[in-house]
């Protein structure tokens, strides 16, 4: 299993239906060879835009969030902690430090990300951020 950290970028496209990185996001997301890793910090970026741009596909957020096979990082102060020193190491944006700090304590092997490459979640190096077209799905 590659322990994979799904960014809130992710499940917006997956929950839109369509669009950019809609049918990429949703094959990551049942990959059955991804453990899909969490925290609370992508509930909260991505909940909140579900009433207001009624998805098509605006149950999926919430049986995303319930799966039993999803694997979270609740430890909000080791969370916080750690984003801050990351933020300030590699000038990551408040939630990207977030992503970056949850991934890594759950011992992540990737985060996938629907940021554009040369953002500032690329310099994590304690492990691999990959751009959703780049996914090799076997």
Avoid: C
């Avoid at 917006?12 to 809609?22: D, F």
């Avoid at 969490?38 to 049986?63: M, Q």
């Amino acid at each position: 299993m590659i322990r994979t950290f799904i960014d809130s970028g992710n499940l917006i496209a997956a929950a839109r239906g369509s669009g950019e990185y809609s049918e990429k996001s949703m094959l990551v997301l049942s990959n059955p060879e991804y453990l899909l890793l969490t925290s609370p910090f992508a509930r909260l970026e991505v909940l909140p835009k579900v009433p207001v741009h009624s998805y098509p596909l605006r149950s999926f957020l919430n049986e995303f969030f319930m799966e039993p096979s999803l694997e979270w990082m609740r430890d909000l102060n080791a969370i916080v902690n750690l984003a801050s020193s990351e933020s300030e190491r590699l000038g990551l944006a408040a939630m990207d430090a977030f992503h970056v700090a949850a991934a890594i304590l759950l011992e992540a092997d990737q985060i996938v990300t629907t940021e554009k490459p040369g953002r500032p979640i690329y310099r994590a190096d304690t492990l691999h951020v990959t751009h959703v077209a780049e996914v090799s799905l076997s």
